[in-house]
């Protein structure tokens, strides 16, 4: 079983930059695809990045493409989510997941996952 905690969301005008991390514990995240998720009020949850245990392989949605950086680093059992050019539209609950399956992108591909931190980008 691995257990995931996110941190550095906050708040953060628009156009700004922001890091999450998450640390993982249990086993390590070179066995898993890891992804972050986020969830807006009234939302359902919906991927916004994954990266495989090949680290080559990244997905990332539409709308964080460009802007958006997804990376591991295995030795330090800690995936992070590097978020530039951030809009009102992307304040959400962000969550980190960790998936057995190299290339999923839907949330029920997920086995495992963090409890989220916020993220509320101001105009």
């Known amino acids: 079983q691995v257990q995931l905690v996110e941190s550095g969301g906050g708040l953060v005008s628009a156009g700004g930059s922001l890091r999450l991390s998450c640390a993982a514990s249990?086993?390590?995240?070179?066995?898993?695809?890891m992804g972050w998720f986020r969830q807006a009020p009234g939302m359902e949850r919906e991927i916004v990045a994954r990266i495989s245990q090949n680290p080559g392989s990244t997905y990332y949605a539409d709308s964080v493409k460009g802007r958006f950086t997804i990376s591991r680093d295995n030795a330090k059992n800690t995936v992070y989510l590097q978020m530039n050019s951030l809009k009102p539209e992307d304040t959400a609950v962000y969550y980190c997941a960790a998936s057995v399956n190299s290339y999923s992108v839907y949330t029920s591909q997920f086995d495992h996952w963090g409890q989220g931190t916020q993220v509320t980008v101001s105009s």
């Open positions: 249990g086993r390590t995240i070179s066995l898993y695809a």
